[in-house]
């Protein structure tokens, strides 16, 4: 884990710059928040912040990030970022320093002042009321006003009610329409998404066989669009390509935009000859609430997204490391395996030629009682020979690097050749107990089962302290090869984690934590699966399935 790696959990964009001022790192969400850099300088000259600088023509001086740097203390301020779009986004920008790097936080406040701009339209708003109320002198008029501004509140409070209880788009949008249809006596209610160049589509709609349609408007709806400006008007058509109404209906567009980018309109159709100039506040704040509530929602789908994609990733990640780590291991086992018995053939062969002659010689030597002596010396060099012979052929027929290939294989025999390889670590220690089925031929990978069985029966030596039993059972029953490992050891703490890669019982040095890792993906490769019973200090159980077919 790096050093900085902990600030990759922020929720908040962060950047560590060292005294040289070169930035040395920048976490996940900074990423995202801003365009890749080379030049600090260049991007402290998109950030802005209300100073008041005496007259300088150092450009610097107006940089937060500069002033940042150069303060002795702890920096805060409110800053502004312009994209290259000219969009504008608000953080309360946090400066700390730590040794000899500064920690500049930058916590994204967007939202918020989009939500104060809403209050304060809200109380704008509240005052006019509070003022309409105190002139007018006709109290029915006063009383209908009143409740004809409760309901754009209860509208305005339904919508943030809507938006607060979900995060899909869908939802949000067509709890929306149906408020706002209702406010209105909409006959008609439906969202387009803008799609480019004055066009829209329709995604969301009170009537289903809307949703797909691409619709275009006249010029002075467009015009209203472009300047977010709510279009109210009379008229047949409610866009160019639809049939004419059989009456004159009022059409109304509430264009929606977050920042400066539109996202879309909301179209209505009512038959009422309702005023709308006394609503275009609430109309524009249901705007700027739906606008932030939309990228919002579409943020959250991304992350959700990403999250999926990473945990798939990563798993996949996991999986390739343990087969590169495998391949390497038997690979450099091969190798090593070629060499000692290339080396120990040599040798061997040497011993051998010399020990046939002396058995030719034998019977030339007169003295009996010498002749015995060497006869026995011989017999006991060509059992020592034939020994180093098997446990040679033993260790190629281990590896097998070249059995790529599933082919058949006798798993009772491949038990034995892994038992002959760990016979010095079980000799006159660990009592071998053996009941072996008759097995028919299993197709599979001989040399990665040896590597299982292996593994196991290692780890089961290991857990035996001083003296014990190790049991071994195979079995062939419908159409599955079952191999049952049991062992008199100390048992394992934490069955549950004992297939994690990393993951070992043994102490520092002795053990990787790879070779169960391995073996059950290797198992998984054979399509069966290998699960484990334990007690403490009484052993363990391995249990292996494979199917045969």
């Known amino acids: 884990m790096g050093k900085f790696d902990l600030f990759n959990k922020f929720s908040s964009a962060v950047i560590v710059i060292n005294t040289e001022k070169e930035t040395v790192f920048r976490n996940n969400v900074f990423k995202r928040s801003f365009p890749d850099f080379k030049n600090l300088e260049k991007f402290s000259h998109k950030l802005n912040y209300s100073v008041c600088a005496l007259v300088s023509n150092d450009v610097k001086v107006h940089s937060p990030i500069a002033q940042a740097l150069n303060s002795f203390q702890d920096f805060s301020a409110f800053v502004t970022y312009q994209t290259a779009n000219n969009d504008l986004f608000y953080y309360d920008m946090n400066s700390t320093k730590k040794g000899s790097y500064n920690i500049i936080v930058f916590t994204d406040v967007t939202a918020k002042v989009e939500l104060m701009n ?57 709890s929306a329409l149906s408020e706002i249809a209702q406010m209105f006596g909409a006959f008609r209610a439906y969202y387009a998404s803008a799609s480019g160049a004055g066009k829209f589509e329709i995604t969301e709609s009170l009537d289903r066989n809307d949703i797909g349609k691409e619709i275009n408007f006249e010029k002075d709806a467009n015009e209203c669009i472009k300047k977010n400006k709510v279009s109210c008007v009379t008229c047949m058509k409610e866009y160019k390509e639809a049939r004419p109404f059989k009456e004159i209906v009022q059409r109304v567009i509430l264009p929606i935009y977050h920042l400066n980018k539109l996202l879309g309109i909301i179209v209505l ?62 690979a450099s086992l091969g190798q090593l395996v070629a060499g000692v018995a290339h080396e120990i053939n040599t040798p061997v062969a040497s011993i051998k030629s010399n020990n046939e002659i002396m058995k030719k010689m034998i019977d030339q030597i007169k003295d009996e009682e010498t002749q015995n002596l060497f006869k026995e010396i011989n017999e006991i060099d060509s059992e020592a020979i034939g020994r180093i012979n098997r446990l040679v052929v033993s260790l190629r027929k281990f590896v097998r690097l070249d059995e790529a290939e599933l082919q058949e294989a006798d798993i009772n025999k491949e038990i034995d050749l892994t038992l002959d390889l760990i016979r010095h670590e079980t000799k006159n220690r660990i009592e071998i107990v053996k009941n072996y089925s008759t097995l028919p031929p299993v197709k599979c990978y001989p040399n990665m089962l040896n590597q299982v069985f292996m593994n196991i029966l290692m780890n089961a030596v290991h857990a035996i302290k001083d003296k014990g039993k190790i049991t071994i059972d195979t079995n062939y029953k ?48 054979h399509k069966g699966k290998i699960s484990v019973k334990t007690k403490l200090n009484e052993g363990s159980e391995f249990t292996i399935t494979i199917p045969s077919k």
Do not use: W
Not at 131 to 151: C, G, R, T, V, Y
Not at 486 to 503: L, N, R, S, V
């Open 478 to 525: 419908n159409d599955n090869l079952f191999v049952k490992i049991k062992d008199t050891g100390c048992g394992i703490k934490e069955p549950e984690k004992i297939f994690f890669a990393g993951y070992t019982t043994k102490g520092v040095g002795v053990g990787t934590g790879l070779g169960l890792a391995i073996s059950q993906k290797i198992i998984e490769k």
């Open 269 to 330: 159709s009512t038959k009422q000859k309702t005023k709308f100039d006394d609503t275009l506040e609430v109309l524009n704040g249901v705007s700027s609430q739906l606008g932030n509530a939309i990228i919002q929602a579409e943020l959250y789908k991304k992350n959700e997204q990403m999250v999926k994609d990473l945990t798939k990733t990563l798993k996949e990640l996991k999986e390739t490391q343990l087969k590169l780590i495998n391949s390497e291991k038997m």
């Open 118 to 174: 809403i209050n304060q339209r809200n109380q704008n708003l509240s005052k006019k009321i509070s003022l309409l109320e105190n002139d007018n002198k006709n109290l029915s008029k006063i009383k209908l006003q009143a409740q004809s501004q409760a309901m754009k509140l209860l509208l305005l409070n339904n919508i943030s009610n809507i938006i607060r209880e979900s995060i899909n788009t869908s939802v949000i949008l067509n």
